[in-house]
């Protein structure tokens, strides 16, 4: 048995009066989903734990099956796996958005939907321009569209950095860094090791700077790129036009580098697979932007030809319901959900479904992002598992709502993995 999680990041939502009181999964037109949810089991996860805030650093991770009181290090060493940045024991990797903010208030996280080769040169002169100022000390690294990677030599990662998609049309300057408070002892012990799994106190590690020196100079970055950003031609010309500028960056999900088990290691059956940061190789599609105007098919290929080449677990990520919930739209939210299930679940299906090994399919979000509130919740999300000879429970949609009635009931975090992984 072959195993494939397709992950519709931000997809489930609230009840919006708009639609007569439906969420999006009830009311969009999703046949597929509704499809495996009637012929396969339904439940609810819980993927975010106590204590820990609804990023989808934290919801994917959970998904996959560890716990992240052992391997949390935040967005920034994902997004540095991501695109390739191989992390050493002294960087501090931080994710770095390229955000906007008019009159002191952030109107965008996302720069006004930056095209990669814009960012790439404005990464650039903030290199040139900024990053000289700490040398040895400070690099950006261009990644997709808003979405980069500052790194931090020696930096601290007990400083608070709001995440800038959870603050639309607030004042940004009360949001920047801080030293975290109250960092005891047993926390950091639980937290730190070393190459060796040795646990270390990186605040008294004479590598690393302390919190509060971390936290003003992330704020000096933040500061200072805004003058850079805001007078560069690319800048200066898209004010004239009336559009949104991409003028200043927001550091926010640091972490070091990740201590963690591989998933062959937590479940011997995935002898390979695709996924980031898990021991698994990360593929990469061609028009794959994180928008609604990604590469579904693209997507939806790449994950076929992995399964036929080979692996024996996919795990398929499309962040574009996210991003609409994070702009409050609700039109595009939906066509996301629909573009999902048309242009990725159906032909995954349809192919899979075709061959001699059977393929067991699970289908969910991370967490919500309803489009009337524009940030991450912390919520059960609803999931689907299907594979060929399954015996159906009496759900027949796929939506929040439906899935309550679900066979697997509520899920709590590592559970989802074992559940899934245990089919064979």
Known sequence: MKHIIILGDGMADHPVERLGGKTLLQYANKPYMDMLAKMGKTGRLVTVPDGFHPGSEVANSSIMGYD?????????????????????????????????????IIITHNGGNLETEDADVLIKYLNEKLASLYPGIVKFITGIQYRHLLIIKGGNKYVDCAPPHDHPNEEWKPLLAKPMENVDAALLAAHDKDANGNAIDPLADEYRMSAQQTADLLNELILKSQEILENHPFNVARKERGERMANI????GGGYRPHMLTLSQMYPQIKRGSVIYAGLRNIIVEGATGLAD??????????????????????????????????GDLELKIKTIENLDRRLIKPIYDEVSKWEEPVCIAILPDHPTPVEIRTHVKEPVPFIIYYPGITSDEVEKYDEVSCVRGSYGLLQLQDFMNAFMAIK
């Open 294 to 327: 990604t590469n579904y098919e693209g997507k939806a290929q790449a994950a076929i030809d992995a399964l036929k080449e080979g692996d024996d677990f996919v795990y398929v990520h499309v962040e574009a319901s996210d991003e609409a919930g994070h702009d």
């Open 68 to 104: 992240q009181n052992e391997v949390y290090e935040g967005r920034g060493p994902l997004e540095a796996a991501s695109i390739g940045y191989e992390m050493s024991p002294n960087d501090f990797a931080l994710r770095c958005n390229i955000i906007n903010v008019n009159d002191g």
């Open 249 to 252: 960056i927001w550091p926010w």
